[in-house]
């Protein structure tokens, strides 16, 4: 997916001109580990900044790479080859497959081998029974490359060149142990694998191997600090380069692609594939920027590439806010941010565009959002208590406890969902819903701007994106009235609801503004107090 990565949040930064020779001079005056910066989701400025000109060009090569769209998330194995019927007839001597008893870290610590009949699990209950015969399955164009449950190996490359060399021996160790190794840093952003462990409370493991190359090219001889718009031509590039690397790395039998090839199901893929490169980043939209693709697939020997990210390293001080952010596509999730104008009458574009920066999908402040753990599989788990609860009782009340993603007390938090006729994971009844969540800035989400509840809009209709602003895929409703962000607005501690604040048929963004069924829900969703369990929230069908 796209976006920089910036010293703050690990997104790349667009540069210009005067400050990318200014970095050039820096990175060649310190040590060989001085790798770049890394970069945010572009800010406004980072998007336009550049030759205007090409602007429009810049913006479709960005769409063109799909990071903008909400992908199937891999919870199985592609091994699995029946389709449900045929399994449940194969396993009805033996049983269902169930994994309701399992904990979060029982599942995090198996194999994709061991988790392939999730695949079946429509109603996403972690059990495969005739239940799921009554769920159509989600089917997006496409499943995501990576896995979003159990033990994922993971390659990683770090790319040099003969003017911006790296020592191997530095950075190999400090990135394998940023990206890989678990560790006690309180976050937002305490490493690759240690958030994602937290993030999914547990359920999902991601592991591997660094590996240092130095291209004996100039980088400038790869490809130069162009301004122009990224081109199909660059993508060949980018895979030369990346299978220079793989033939230093396998050479002599040295090491193997197997270990990377997750799904086991002898179709010899590598599932995700993590490049980092040395020197300036250029422009967003240009080929020295970050992004997760794979628009011509990228082959070596027998094995075919599914996803990868390309971005660049940082400093002495390695920020992982950028891979954190690639790798959420690669998990089958899409930029929650805006390439295109904000609105008519201002030229800024970026995170403000879409949820208002408070997502790591989005923006620079936060972890993943309820309804992407939703999305996810991370929300399943009976022990974790926290599937989302679908309120339909007129009245109902129940309290939304915060998830803490400190280390060694890792724990869901509660969401719910509500709208009326809406079936968890039926996505043939509805496909627009809502969702609250209570947020606390501490942990994953110490970024954050205040704490309260944040209550999201989603309507799964058609190509879903946060590009079309009259069609969000995800809305970060506001209590405040003023609907900012798809006018261009940050978010703010203002729009996390508390006590006596509420969402309903009279608030903007109203309740009864859908877009699939026009028809008045009455839903009114108000916040009570904040107790030690958590916020109280209270669900009715009468008028506020």
Excluded at 172 to 192: A, I
Excluded at 532 to 541: F, I, P
Aim: charged fraction near 20%; charge should be negative; hydrophobic fraction near 35%.
């Amino acid at each position: 997916m796209l976006l920089f990565e910036s010293m703050s949040s690990g997104r790349q930064l667009s540069l210009s001109s005067v400050l990318c020779t200014l970095l050039t001079n820096i990175w060649l005056m310190t040590s060989a580990f001085s790798i770049s910066w890394a970069t945010d989701p572009p800010r406004p400025y980072m998007i336009v900044q550049g030759d205007e000109a090409n602007l429009s060009a810049r913006i479709a090569a960005v769409k063109d790479l799909g990071n903008d769209q909400l992908i199937t998330a891999r919870r199985g194995s592609s091994r699995e080859k029946h389709n449900l019927q045929e399994f449940l007839f194969q396993s009805a001597g033996s049983g269902s497959f169930d994994l309701s008893d399992k904990s979060p870290f029982d599942i995090g610590r198996m194999t994709p081998d061991e988790l392939a009949p999730l695949k079946f699990d429509y109603n996403h209950d972690l059990v495969v029974d005739e239940k799921d015969l009554a769920v159509a399955p989600v089917k997006p164009a496409r499943e995501a490359a990576l896995g979003s449950l159990g033990v994922q190996h993971i390659l990683c490359l770090c790319i040099g060149f003969s003017d911006y060399k790296l020592d191997a021996a530095t950075v190999q160790p400090v990135m394998q142990k940023s990206l890989f190794e678990p560790n006690d840093k309180p976050g937002p952003y305490p490493g690759l694998s240690e958030f994602y462990r937290r993030s999914s409370f547990g359920q999902l493991t991601l592991s591997g191997n660094v590996f240092v190359y130095n291209s004996p090219k100039k980088r400038s001889e790869v490809k130069d600090l162009s301004k122009d718009a990224l081109q199909t031509s660059d993508y060949n590039i980018m895979n030369r380069l990346v299978t220079d690397a793989l033939s230093v790395y396998t050479k002599d039998g040295a090491h193997t692609l197997e270990t990377f090839d997750n799904q086991v199901d002898g179709q010899k893929n590598v599932d995700y594939l993590v490049v980092f490169w040395a020197g300036p980043s250029g422009n967003w939209g240009t080929f020295w920027w970050g992004y997760n693709f794979n628009p011509t697939k990228l082959t070596y020997g027998a094995y075919t590439f599914s996803d990868y990210s390309w971005q660049p390293l940082g400093g002495s001080d390695f920020d992982p806010s950028t891979i954190i952010h690639e790798t959420g596509h690669a998990l089958g999730l899409p930029d929650y941010y805006d390439y295109d104008d904000c609105s008519d009458a201002t030229p800024d574009k970026g995170p403000e565009g879409g949820v208002g920066g408070l997502d790591i999908m989005g923006g620079w402040s936060g972890e993943h959002c309820c309804f992407s753990k939703y999305w996810l599989g991370w929300l399943d788990s009976k022990k974790l208590k926290a599937e989302p609860t679908v309120l339909t009782i007129d009245g109902s009340t129940t309290t939304l406890a915060s998830s803490s993603t400190l280390p060694g007390s890792i724990a869901a938090g509660t969401s719910i969902i509500f709208m009326p006729g809406f079936k968890t994971w039926d996505f043939q009844s509805k496909t627009e819903f809502f969702m609250a969540e209570y947020r606390k800035k501490d942990g994953l989400d110490f970024s954050l701007p205040g704490s309260g509840i944040l209550v999201w809009h989603i309507d799964l209709y058609g190509d879903a994106n946060n590009q079309d602003r009259l069609h969000l895929l995800l809305q970060l409703c506001e209590p405040n009235g003023t609907n900012n962000f798809p006018s261009c607005q940050y978010g703010t501690a203002t729009d996390f609801f508390r006590k006596d604040q509420y969402i309903g048929p009279s608030t903007n963004p109203s309740t009864d503004s859908l877009h699939l069924d026009p028809a008045a829900t009455g839903i009114t969703l108000t916040v009570g107090n904040l107790t030690s369990s958590g916020y109280q929230v209270k669900l009715n069908t009468k008028p506020q």
